[in-house]
Antibody, heavy 121, light 110 residues
């Protein structure tokens, strides 16, 4: 059974960085891509980016370029998402999601439980 | 990388059918058979309901179906049940390893 377990809630000040982890189990970690999706309070889902869990190559939405870093540790089957230069608009629940389908993955069949990141002075 | 367009709300009575639309462009919805739909209940993670336009994961009731015509995809929920009340999001592959979501539709079962 696939499990994606994320790290706990974070409170950060504007300008700081946050790093969220997503521990995967129950499947062969290296043959799937992992994506990150966020949801601001009361808002919709927003795709952030993806990482190839085997090779570590990444792709991200234009609005996060330069601020978003995604890494993969195959020894612990964990992916990480680090967002820098935080502002209040980055307050959201951040989800990791395992991707299936062609290219780097086009749909998400399993999701983490979400990590609330609050940015406040 | 603009968001796909969904109606903010939809509703139907128990037993009825409701269809939610998802409009994109030829660069996303119209260009790939890679539209998926997610159901999200309050405080929960999204759940995959439809993938690759019309395929249902195991465990998803066949009351849920998907289709696509041109740049618009649709999710139809037949035989509405109270537990179908949730937010629904479409997403599409948009080329170059980019995925885009719709703004979401709140489905109310009257």
């Amino acid at each position: 059974q696939v499990h994606l377990v994320q790290s706990g809630a974070e409170v950060k000040k504007p300008g700081a960085s946050v790093k969220v982890s997503c521990k995967a189990s129950g499947y062969t970690f290296t043959i799937y891509y992992m994506h990150w999706v966020r949801q601001a309070p009361g808002q919709g889902l927003e795709w952030m980016g993806l990482i190839n869990c085997s090779g570590g190559s990444t792709s991200c939405a234009q609005k996060f370029q330069g601020r978003l870093t995604m890494t993969s540790d195959t020894s612990t089957t964990t992916v990480y998402m680090e967002l820098s230069s935080l502002r209040s608009e980055d307050t959201a629940v951040y989800y990791c999601a395992r991707a299936r389908g062609i290219y780097g993955g086009t749909y998400f069949d399993d999701w983490g439980q979400g990590t609330l990141v609050t940015v406040s002075s | 990388q603009s968001a796909l367009t969904q109606p903010p709300s939809a509703s139907g009575s128990p037993g009825q059918s409701v269809t939610i639309s998802c409009t994109g462009t030829s660069s996303d919805v119209g260009g790939y058979n890679s539209v998926s739909w997610y159901q999200q209940h309050p405080g929960k993670a999204p759940k995959l309901m439809i993938y690759e336009v019309s395929k249902r994961p195991s465990g998803v009731p066949d009351r849920f179906s998907g289709s696509k015509s041109g740049n618009t995809a649709s999710l139809t929920v037949s035989g509405l049940q109270s537990e179908d009340e949730a937010d629904y999001y479409c997403s599409s592959y948009a080329g170059s390893n980019i995925v885009v979501f719709g703004g979401g539709t709140k489905l109310t079962v009257l």
